[in-house]
């Protein structure tokens, strides 16, 4: 199994990146993706995710309205869109992903097992 995340950079206030998470080897099955931050001297948060048997999704407060998660099942990918960009948003993004029945709540963030390197997002003017 391997997730690997890309799409970080340095960007300017209000500015926006795209992540990706491009999964492989994963068995059959449910999945619940998420993307996780940590920034300097914080502990790791969950983000948003997504549920890939009922595509529901999952936004942290401090982001809504504001990122966006998706998946493109053809290339394995979930995305995550963060537009209005702020400087609070600097961190290392990782994704990772767990095995689930369909109905797990994909917000479970402290249950996850597989996890893809981080991407370096800087939000600096």
């Known amino acids: 199994v391997q997730l690997q995340a890309s799409g970080g950079g340095l960007v300017q206030p209000g500015g926006s990146l795209r992540l990706s998470c491009a999964a492989s080897?994963?068995?059959?099955?449910?999945?619940?993706i998420g993307w996780f931050r940590q920034a300097p001297g914080k502990e790791r948060e969950g983000v948003s995710c997504?549920?890939?048997?009922?595509?529901?999704?999952y936004y942290q407060d401090s982001v809504k309205g504001r990122f966006t998660i998706s998946r493109d099942n053809a290339k394995n990918t979930v995305y995550l869109q963060m537009n209005s960009l702020k400087p609070e948003d600097t961190a290392v993004y990782s994704c990772?992903?767990?095995?689930?029945?369909?109905?797990?709540?994909?917000?479970?963030?402290?249950?996850?097992?597989?996890w893809g390197q981080g991407t370096l997002v800087t939000v600096s003017s």
């Open positions: 997504i549920s890939t048997g009922t595509r529901r999704t």
């Open positions: 990772a992903a767990l095995r689930v029945a369909l109905y797990y709540p994909c917000e479970r963030f402290d249950a996850y097992a597989m």
């Open positions: 080897g994963l068995p059959s099955g449910y999945y619940a």
